[in-house]
Structures are given as C-alpha cells and as structure tokens.
C-alpha cells in the first residue's frame, strides 16, 4: 500500500536533501513506543523502514499480558500530552480516532495518606484550591506561587527544550544560566517546601518524580514541568488499555508498508569504517542498512551490540558510570468482584516518605513498608475483565538489580504483602474474591527486556545525567547509529519516549 500523503512525504525529503530514488534503509531496534513513533516518523520522511523486535509481541514495556479472561497493561497506564500521538497520525495524512479512543480521567490520582485523609489532584483549580485549603489555609496562595514556578519551568524545559537535541556541551551551556534563575539546581521537594508548609501537600505536588524513576528528594526541579503538563493537556485512557495505541501504530505501520519482525533479538550492529551498516540478528539474518534507531537501553546497545574497538566515547568503562533508575515489582491481579468506590488511579502512600526513598535510591534495601501506585483500569472499561469481575495493576518501587535482592524466593512473598496492605487499605475481603495473580520483578526488566541492571527508566534523572549528559540521540562514536526511548534525551515517561522520536527527525535534520 503506498503512503496517503505522497506530497507530504517528498516535501519531507527535499527539506533534507535526500533524494527520492534513493530511499535510505532505515532499521529501527525495538517496538516500544519511541521505536513505533521513530518508524512513523522516518516512514514519513520517504525512508524504507524495517523495525525488528526481541519480544514476540509489540510494545516493549507497554506490551500486553492476558490471562484467566483479563487484559492487563503491563506497563504505562497513565496518557499524558496526547497529542504526541496525534502528531504521528497527521503526518501521513490518518486520523488517530480511527485507531483508537482516549478519554479523560478525574481524578487525575487519588492520593491516600495512612493517616487515612485523601487528596484527588485534579486539573479543576477551583477543586484543587479547595483541597489545599482544607489542608492548610495559608498553602493556598504558596500553591499559586509554585503553580507559576511550575509553568516557567515548563516553558522552558518541555516547550522549548524537549524536543531539542542536546549533541553539543555548548547547546547545554547556553541554558544553564537560565536553568539557575528557575532553580533547577535543586531537587523537586526542596522546591516544593519552598512554597508549601503541610507536609502532605509537599508530598502530594513532589511525588510525580517517581513515574520517571527519580527520587524526589534528588531529581532536578526540572521535572516539575510534569505537573504543568497533566494539568495542561490533563490525564488519559485508552479504552482498550494502552496496548491499544500500540495495536493502532501498529497497524499504521504495517498500512505504510513497514516490516516489523518479532521474536528477532539484535545480536549486532554492524560497522564499517565507523558508519552502520547493517544488523546481526540471534538467528543469522543480515539486514544491510543505511541508519539504526535503537529504541532500547543504550547502555546494552553499546557493551552488548558494537564491538569495543568502534566506541570512543562511550567505552564500557564510561557506561558503568552511568547511575541506572530504580528497579519496579508490578503485580497483576483480578478478583471476582467490583469495587465500584475506587478511583482509576490511586496513589497509596506509606508511613515514612523521605525514609523508603532513601531505602530505595540509596541503600538499595527492600523495606517492610511501601508506597503503591494502584491502576484500576475496569473502573473505565469494564471490558478488560470478565463480567462483574476487575483487573488490577499495582506497582511498587524497589531497589535496580545492584541490590542483589533474590527476586526468585522474594518475590511471592512480597506480593502477598502488598495484597495484605491493599485489603486493609482500599480493598475490603480481597482476600476471598481473588481469581488470578501474577507479578515481574527487576529480574524481567534485565532479562526480558534487556534493561542495564533491571531498571525500569533507563538512567535515573539526575541533573548530570540529563539533557548533553544523558546518552545522546546521535551516536557520537558511530555514524547513522541514533537512539529513542527513556534511555536518551529527554527522558522516560510517555511524553519523553514519544518526543525523542521528534528529536531523532532534528538531529536528521542537521545531517
């Protein structure tokens, strides 16, 4: 079938100097999010594409588990900035409401104290303001003060520099003065406690580090624009789950003529006189290219996927200094019942807040206590489980894999933990009503996913190893070679994944 938007696409290809009769070969490594996005982003540009994926199904860690009659996401739940995704059906001329339906979540999240209080953060002011109120008077006027914060920092760090590739020290250099005027030297709590005095609200507006995999206490205030951006663009469903905007790019693909092969690990990317030139995959094939996209951790791609000898900067020795993201235990379960009071989304917060994150970022220890983050997607559509039944997706933050916790003889146990705690909580007799139960653990994020350490963000977000100090987009050490997903600029998260691939076009760009 060829591309609906012919004009489109060779306008494209002129604004690069490419010519058409050419049609570069490009292989995208892995169908995650960042890579889907990269195949339709590189298709557009008139490229013959092929994407080539370890696992047997699409999706990487936004693919799908089925199980007992439920369909769980395993892995992003929450829709933020959807028109990252809308972007990628436009430019070949399709309407993205033909492939799938998002809907608004409110709440947001329901946050829930163990003293028993609640907050719905929402993007209603009036609503919000309220809820501070209740909490503590004189945070509401602090709360309009960080809001503000919030949305310069959002105007520069997503709207202006998101979407910017970071190749040069000097691209960062000539924002770093400006990142020093917005504070972006210090972490997002202590920025939070500048301008709110009850704890649970600062707990409540310096949580949402963790969606990326960063301690809120070290994370760059950077990350704030986070909040900006829920309340901007608000928080979405895909009904069907997540893995139906998969399915969706997918089939956009395969009606944009694009190969995608499955259960075809990348064994090596092949070198010749410092430019790619094709991919060795584990079953021998040969795939001569032009480019690579690798949307996987790049720490692998460059220990695991190219011979030392073609990397100069980043050596093995240069990789291990990078400080991986922390590790998730994600269990997965459905019950014979409904819990028609429950939120979509639910944040379930533990005892002690700064303690489990130090336990967790910096000790490496599995604590005895948790902090959960509850996706009850049922709650939207009820078709992802059987009839008066709900499926569950509950998410724990743990120590990576240098922990050298057993995951294998721990981890049944500390699923059951967290069901005991979810019973007494949130879910009354779940206990007796469930039906089925599974969990993954750091170990599938190193062994099935291919992740450095068993993380589950790629580096951990750190201001040194953000923006120019992240791995670049564009390999410094081999020609052709790029990079999408949470591994490289601008960083983990739906957004970041889906805005690298409209970097990748930049840095394409200005070669």
């Given at each position: 079938?060829s591309l609906?938007?012919?004009?489109?696409?060779?306008?494209?290809?002129r604004?690069?100097?490419?010519?058409?009769?050419?049609?570069?070969?490009?292989?995208?490594v892995?169908?995650?999010?960042?890579?889907?996005?990269?195949?339709?982003?590189?298709?557009?540009?008139?490229?013959?594409?092929?994407?080539?994926?370890?696992?047997?199904?699409?999706?990487?860690?936004?693919?799908?588990?089925?199980?007992?009659?439920f369909?769980?996401d395993?892995?992003p739940?929450?829709?933020?900035?959807?028109?990252?995704?809308?972007?990628?059906?436009?430019?070949?001329?399709?309407?993205?409401?033909?492939?799938?339906?998002?809907?608004?979540?409110?709440?947001?999240?329901?946050?829930?104290?163990?003293?028993?209080?609640?907050?719905?953060?929402?993007?209603?002011?009036?609503?919000l303001?309220?809820?501070?109120e209740?909490?503590?008077?004189?945070?509401?006027?602090?709360?309009?003060?960080?809001?503000?914060?919030?949305?310069?920092?959002?105007?520069?760090?997503?709207?202006?520099?998101?979407?910017?590739?970071?190749?040069r020290?000097?691209?960062?250099?000539?924002?770093?003065?400006?990142?020093?005027?917005?504070?972006?030297?210090?972490?997002?709590?202590?920025?939070?406690?500048?301008?709110?005095?009850?704890?649970?609200?600062?707990?409540?507006?310096?949580?949402?580090?963790?969606?990326?995999?960063?301690?809120?206490?070290?994370?760059?205030?950077?990350?704030?624009?986070?909040?900006?951006?829920?309340?901007?663009?608000?928080?979405?469903?895909?009904?069907?789950?997540?893995?139906?905007i998969?399915?969706?790019?997918?089939?956009?693909?395969?009606?944009?003529d694009?190969?995608?092969?499955?259960?075809?690990?990348?064994?090596?990317?092949?070198?010749?006189?410092?430019?790619?030139?094709?991919?060795?995959?584990?079953?021998?094939?040969?795939?001569?290219?032009?480019?690579?996209?690798?949307?996987?951790?790049?720490?692998?791609?460059?220990?695991q996927?190219?011979?030392?000898?073609?990397?100069?900067?980043?050596?093995?020795?240069?990789?291990?200094?990078?400080?991986?993201?922390?590790?998730?235990f994600?269990?997965?379960?459905?019950?014979?019942?409904?819990?028609?009071?429950?939120?979509?989304?639910?944040?379930?917060?533990?005892?002690?807040?700064?303690?489990?994150?130090?336990?967790?970022?910096?000790?490496?220890?599995?604590?005895?206590?948790?902090?959960?983050?509850?996706?009850?997607?049922?709650?939207?559509?009820?078709?992802?489980?059987?009839?008066?039944?709900?499926?569950?997706?509950?998410?724990?933050?743990?120590?990576?894999?240098?922990?050298?916790?057993?995951?294998?003889?721990?981890?049944?146990?500390?699923?059951?933990?967290?069901?005991?705690?979810?019973e007494?909580?949130?879910?009354?007799?779940?206990g007796?009503?469930?039906?089925?139960?599974?969990?993954?653990?750091?170990?599938?994020?190193?062994?099935?996913?291919?992740?450095?350490?068993?993380?589950?963000?790629?580096?951990?977000?750190?201001?040194?190893?953000?923006?120019?100090?992240?791995?670049?987009?564009?390999?410094?050490?081999?020609?052709?070679?790029?990079?999408?997903?949470?591994?490289?600029?601008?960083?983990?998260?739906?957004p970041?994944?889906?805005?690298s691939?409209?970097?990748?076009?930049?840095?394409?760009?200005?070669?």
């Amino acid at each position: 079938m060829s591309l609906p938007s012919p004009h489109l696409c060779c306008e494209s290809i002129r604004d690069t100097g490419i010519a058409v009769m050419n049609r570069p070969h490009a292989v995208v490594v892995g169908a995650g999010f960042g890579g889907l996005a990269a195949a339709v982003r590189l298709r557009a540009r008139g490229m013959k594409v092929t994407v080539v994926e370890a696992l047997p199904d699409p999706g990487g860690r936004a693919r799908v588990f089925r199980r007992d009659g439920f369909t769980f996401d395993a892995g992003p739940t929450v829709i933020t900035a959807p028109y990252l995704l809308t972007e990628l059906f436009e430019l070949v001329g399709r309407d993205p409401a033909d492939y799938f339906e998002l809907v608004p979540v409110d709440p947001f999240y329901r946050i829930l104290f163990p003293g028993g209080e609640s907050f719905d953060f929402v993007g209603d002011e009036k609503r919000l303001l309220a809820q501070i109120e209740a909490f503590e008077p004189r945070d509401v006027d602090g709360y309009r003060k960080l809001a503000r914060h919030a949305e310069q920092i959002f105007e520069v760090g997503y709207l202006r520099l998101a979407d910017q590739p970071f190749s040069r020290l000097r691209d960062m250099v000539r924002i770093i003065p400006r990142m020093l005027q917005l504070g972006n030297h210090r972490s997002v709590y202590s920025l939070v406690s500048r301008y709110l005095m009850d704890e649970r609200l600062r707990q409540v507006f310096s949580f949402e580090p963790l969606l990326v995999g960063g301690d809120p206490y070290r994370t760059t205030s950077i990350y704030l624009l986070i909040h900006t951006l829920e309340r901007r663009w608000g928080v979405h469903f895909a009904l069907g789950g997540t893995g139906a905007i998969v399915n969706g790019l997918v089939r956009l693909l395969e009606e944009l003529d694009v190969e995608i092969r499955y259960a075809n690990p990348v064994e090596q990317i092949e070198v010749v006189n410092g430019r790619v030139a094709g991919v060795l995959t584990e079953d021998g094939t040969q795939t001569p290219c032009d480019l690579v996209v690798a949307n996987a951790d790049p720490s692998i791609v460059y220990t695991q996927m190219l011979d030392s000898r073609h990397r100069r900067r980043n050596t093995n020795r240069s990789v291990a200094r990078k400080r991986s993201s922390i590790g998730l235990f994600v269990g997965y379960f459905g019950t014979d019942r409904t819990y028609p009071d429950l939120q979509h989304h639910t944040i379930l917060l533990g005892p002690r807040y700064r303690g489990l994150l130090r336990d967790i970022f910096k000790r490496r220890v599995l604590s005895d206590d948790f902090s959960l983050y509850l996706h009850a997607p049922t709650r939207t559509d009820p078709t992802l489980a059987p009839p008066g039944h709900e499926g569950f997706y509950v998410l724990s933050p743990v120590p990576n894999n240098l922990s050298g916790i057993d995951w294998e003889s721990t981890g049944d146990t500390y699923f059951s933990r967290i069901l005991e705690s979810l019973e007494q909580r949130l879910l009354p007799d779940l206990g007796d009503h469930l039906v089925t139960r599974f969990h993954v653990t750091p170990d599938y994020f190193e062994n099935t996913l291919r992740s450095r350490d068993g993380s589950a963000f790629g580096p951990e977000p750190l201001l040194r190893q953000s923006a120019y100090f992240r791995f670049h987009n564009r390999s410094p050490d081999v020609a052709g070679l790029y990079f999408v997903g949470a591994g490289t600029h601008p960083g983990a998260g739906l957004p970041g994944v889906l805005t690298s691939a409209k970097v990748l076009e930049r840095v394409l760009r200005e070669r």
